[in-house]
């Protein structure tokens, strides 16, 4: 990275440890020990929306909604969840309308089938405002600041790195990392994915032109030469997704299977929109 851009991106660094340092500070809320159980799944998909306050952050109308376990269920489950209606989507000059709450569930599939990097739990559902994304609320642990753990979790930060860049994501941002109660970080908010076209933008800049860990390419190679898993990912993004937005994720998949290697990134060009 040549000289201007590396001043470039301590200035950037700068600013975005100002915002990520802004209004971090959560009450203290009970974390969910098994986020991937049966009772948590249940309460996401059919648990009965009790209170739902809105997150006034963000240019999307965003909820914080709290869930009564589901019908029937044989423990009463109750948590917390972040709700994104589709009615709450500001139209955007470059991805289709109507279709971020989506793109939310679709990158929580890819992270499953993948195996990292950890995404809570989302489902597609009716809310209190119609259809949209709801996915568990991961509250944050002490020091959850990316700027200070960032250089603590470098294995997690490389998983996300490369999902970005699979994916497509548009805006990583600072607060869109949050180290939980349980010292694991989570990825949240990938509204703006699978674009055709490239559109990376993220504060995440530390590997660039480093190899990608084998043990990453493994998962990538198994995925892409697993037919019956590539068939079932294909079949459960199909509603979620355009089938030539699959096909583009599948040659960056490619990609990183022969190149193994993050590409270099331009912090004037790859750094995130709007939040400054």
């Not at 331009?266 to 939040?275: E, L």
Request: charged share 25%; glycine share 8%; aromatic share 10%.
């Amino acid at each position: 990275m040549s000289k201007d851009r590396r001043l470039g991106l301590r200035r950037l660094r700068r600013r975005w440890e100002e915002e990520d340092g802004a209004g971090t500070a959560t009450a203290a809320i009970p974390a969910v020990t098994a986020p991937w159980s049966d009772e948590v799944q249940a309460t996401l998909a059919k648990g009965k929306v009790v209170a739902c306050q809105p997150i006034l952050s963000g240019s999307n109308y965003t909820f914080l909604c709290a869930l009564d376990g589901a019908p029937g269920a044989s423990e009463k489950q109750q948590l917390l969840a972040v709700y994104k209606p589709r009615r709450g989507e500001v139209p955007l000059w470059d991805f289709p309308d109507g279709t971020l709450y989506r793109r939310e569930m679709a990158a929580y599939v890819v992270s499953r089938a993948i195996g990292w990097p950890l995404i809570p739990p989302t489902v597609v559902r009716d809310g209190p405002y119609g259809v949209g994304s709801l996915q568990l609320f991961m509250p944050p642990g002490d020091r959850s600041s990316f700027f200070r753990f960032q250089g603590l979790h470098q294995d997690e930060l490389r998983q996300i790195t490369l999902f970005d860049h699979l994916v497509n994501n548009a805006d990583r941002k600072p607060s869109h990392f949050i180290k939980a109660h349980d010292g694991r970080v989570w990825a949240i908010d990938h509204g703006l994915t699978f674009h055709e076209d490239w559109k990376l933008r993220t504060v995440v800049f530390d590997f660039c032109e480093e190899p990608v860990p084998e043990s990453l390419v493994a998962d990538l190679a198994a995925l892409r030469e697993g037919p019956a898993r590539l068939d079932a990912l294909r079949a459960e993004l199909g509603d979620l997704i355009s089938r030539h937005e699959f096909d583009t994720f599948l040659r960056r998949v490619d990609y990183f299977i022969s190149n193994r290697a993050f590409p270099s990134l331009d912090p004037y060009v790859n750094s995130p929109r709007g939040f400054w």
